[in-house]
Structure formats: C-alpha cells, structure tokens
C-alpha cells in the first residue's frame, strides 16, 4: 500500500481490499479465528461452535428494484452465516441515520427487515440507533452482526478447494450490482434489471442434504465471481477452469454487461452461491436445487486442476484468458 490513505477501491472486495486487511487489519487483530479470513468467523463455546460474521451497508440508493437496504442488510448477514455451513439463528441491528431523514422511509425499511427476517427463519434480538448532523451519513447505514449454529449432522465446512472438484453456481450472475447501478444512474432497460438479494440459509442447507462434501461454499459479493474464484485458486494453488458459455447469465444481463463494458464475473450478487464439490455428487446437488425457487438456472461451471492458483476461463473455441483479481471499484455503494 504505498498511498496512504483510503480508496474507493479498498471497499471492492478485490485485491487492494486484501491488502487492506493483510497490511493493516490483521497485525493489529489477527488471532486463529480472523486469520481464516472467512466471511463469518467459526469460535468454540462451551463445547460447541458458533458462527459470527458482521456488516455494513451502505448501499446507494436505498431503494433498488427487488430490494432495498434493509433488506440487503438481513440477507448479507444471513447468507454470510450459512457459506460457513451454520444455521443462522440471530441478527443485531444498529443504525446510523442523519438528521431529518424521512420517518415514512425508516418505517418502510424496518418493514423490510422484518419480512427479510422472516423470510430466514432468524430472530433481530438487539440492536443501536445514532443520529448525526445533516450530511453526515448520506441518509441512513445499518451494521449488523450475525449468529448461528452448528446442526450434529453439519459441521463447518472446511472451506478449501481440492483438485478435480466442480464449480457449481446457483444461478445468474450480476443481477444485483447492475439493479443498483440503473436505480442510481435512472438508467432504463427493457426488461428491467432486478436484484437477487434473497436468504441462502434454506438454498445451503438443501445443498448439503443432497451432497454431503461440498468443499468450499461462498456467496460472491463485492467483487463478484472473479473475486471469490481467484481467493479459491491463490489460496489453495490449485487452478479453477471456468466454462465460459456454461455461465448463466439472463438476456438483460448481458445486454447491459455489453452496453456499459462491464465485466458479469466482477459484479456484485446477493442471492447466488458458488461452491466446489466432488464431481459424483454434483447431479444430485443439480437436481435438488432445480426443485428450489432460488435456483432453478443452476449449473456447473467449471473444474478445479492442478496448476500455480490462477482463475482461466475457456471459450467453446479451446482458447484460454486469465480473469485477475479486480483491481479497482465497477461499481462503488453496491451493499
């Protein structure tokens, strides 16, 4: 990090956010449990384990088709929980709101909260409210933290791609970052772009029931794909070889992907996971997840190979290109 100050682009989830956190978060806080650098942290409690994740949202704007950041904060902090193979049980709430924000907005968020919560099966059980001068938290942040359990049958996933695993996705991607890009920039698209911000816990644990060693597990965000392939292949040296047409991407995606020069694997998801897996439970997994609203399109994309940790992505042609880690901001406020 040789400026030394903060960026945009330490918020994206890709490599300068990684040095962030390995140059500064980690000399000062690192222990066995935040040095897994996993989105929730997996710690022993009188015998059994728990896992605790936190978040923050600061998306803009609020309000986006298919969701809004109330909903966006129950679900990221959910669907975090679940990637690490818990059962989400309990939410804290804590909100930053600027002096004279409409009531009629916190109503109609907290709303939102609540049948997002329901909708996962999870308890708000305690929470924080800070009011700050106008033009000091661009309307309203929430921070949450998370809590969940360890089912007998379900222990902690172990997190680690191993050679010859599939990659299974569990649907399209980049429906949310490109949602909130045309709410922000009023941007018109026919059929219009709506988020996928939707609870995983139920989705995960019909996963696991159908394949009992899924390897590794993640919900990719900030960042998007990319992000969370090229963590996997530099993490384990392995390399992952994604199927460029096996990538499911809806029409309007694509279209506005092609439109604005943005790349689908770098933009953010909130209701889609990635997994590796043994390639003999993959059809099993395929076939129970199909029967699930939230996963009708999903499909394996790719393998896991021997190689030095680098992300490829291969053409029906047999050519090969190298997808880096993202280097900057897409798209910047996007969670």
């Given at each position: 990090?040789?400026?030394?100050?903060?960026?945009?682009?330490?918020?994206?989830?890709?490599?300068?956010?990684?040095?962030?956190?390995?140059?500064?978060?980690?000399?000062?806080?690192?222990?066995?449990?935040?040095?897994?650098?996993?989105?929730?942290?997996?710690?022993?409690?009188?015998g059994e384990k728990l896992a605790i994740t936190t978040d923050s949202f600061v998306v803009?704007?609020?309000?986006?088709?298919?969701?809004?950041?109330?909903?966006?904060?129950?679900?990221?902090?959910?669907?975090?929980?679940?990637?690490?193979?818990?059962?989400?049980?309990?939410?804290?709430?804590?909100?930053?709101?600027?002096?004279?924000?409409?009531?009629?907005?916190?109503?109609?968020?907290?709303?939102?909260?609540?049948?997002?919560?329901?909708?996962?099966?999870?308890?708000?059980?305690?929470?924080?409210?800070?009011?700050?001068?106008?033009?000091?938290?661009?309307?309203?942040?929430?921070?949450?933290?998370?809590?969940?359990?360890?089912?007998?049958?379900?222990?902690?996933?172990?997190?680690?791609?191993?050679?010859?695993?599939?990659?299974?996705?569990?649907?399209?991607l980049a429906e949310h970052g490109l949602a909130?890009?045309?709410?922000?920039?009023?941007?018109?698209?026919?059929?219009?772009?709506?988020?996928?911000?939707?609870?995983?816990?139920?989705?995960?644990?019909?996963?696991?029931?159908?394949?009992?060693?899924?390897?590794?597990?993640?919900?990719?965000?900030?960042?998007?794909?990319?992000?969370?392939?090229?963590?996997?292949?530099?993490?384990?040296?392995?390399?992952?070889?994604?199927?460029?047409?096996?990538?499911?991407?809806?029409?309007?995606?694509?279209?506005?992907?092609?439109?604005?020069?943005?790349?689908?694997?770098?933009?953010?998801?909130?209701?889609?996971?990635?997994?590796?897996?043994?390639?003999?439970?993959?059809?099993?997994?395929?076939?129970?997840?199909?029967?699930?609203?939230?996963?009708?399109?999903?499909?394996?994309?790719?393998?896991?190979?021997?190689?030095?940790?680098?992300?490829?992505?291969?053409?029906?042609?047999?050519?090969?290109?190298?997808?880096?880690?993202?280097?900057?901001?897409?798209?910047?406020?996007?969670?």
């Open positions: 990090m040789k400026q030394r100050y903060i960026e945009m682009r330490h918020g994206a989830g890709g490599d300068a956010y990684r040095q962030l956190v390995e140059q500064i978060f980690l000399p000062y806080f690192g222990n066995p449990y935040l040095n897994a650098l996993q989105d929730s942290a997996i710690c022993p409690a009188e803009k704007p609020r309000f986006f088709p298919g969701g809004d950041i109330g909903r966006l904060a129950v679900c990221g902090t959910v669907n975090d929980l679940s990637m690490s193979g818990a059962v989400p049980r309990y939410l804290t709430m804590g909100m930053i709101i600027e002096n004279g924000f409409p009531l009629d907005e916190l109503e109609r968020i907290c709303a939102s909260v609540a049948q997002a919560a329901a909708e996962a099966q999870v308890t708000v059980v305690t929470g924080d409210t800070k009011v700050v001068e106008s033009g000091g938290a661009d309307g309203i942040y929430i921070n949450t933290a998370g809590v969940g359990v360890f089912l007998p049958a379900y222990p902690p996933l172990p997190g680690k791609i191993i050679e010859g695993d599939v990659i299974l996705l569990s649907g399209g909130v890009l045309a709410a922000r920039e009023k941007l018109d698209f026919d059929p219009p772009l709506c988020s996928d911000v939707a609870p995983l816990n139920q989705l995960t644990a019909v996963l696991r029931q159908a394949a009992a060693d899924v390897h590794a597990l993640r919900d990719p965000t900030r960042g998007g794909l990319a992000v969370t392939l090229n963590e996997w292949a530099s993490d384990s040296g392995l390399d992952i070889l994604l199927d460029e047409e096996a990538v499911p991407l809806k029409p309007a995606v694509r279209a506005a992907c092609e439109l604005l020069g943005l790349d689908p694997l770098a933009i953010a998801n909130e209701g889609k996971f990635v997994a590796a897996l043994p390639p003999r439970q993959a059809e099993a997994a395929l076939s129970a997840l199909h029967r699930n609203s939230l996963a009708p399109d999903a499909t394996v994309i790719g393998r896991v190979v021997a190689g030095s940790g680098k992300l490829f992505c291969q053409n029906t042609f047999g050519g090969r290109r190298m997808i880096a880690m993202p280097q900057g901001e897409q798209l910047p406020r996007i969670c």
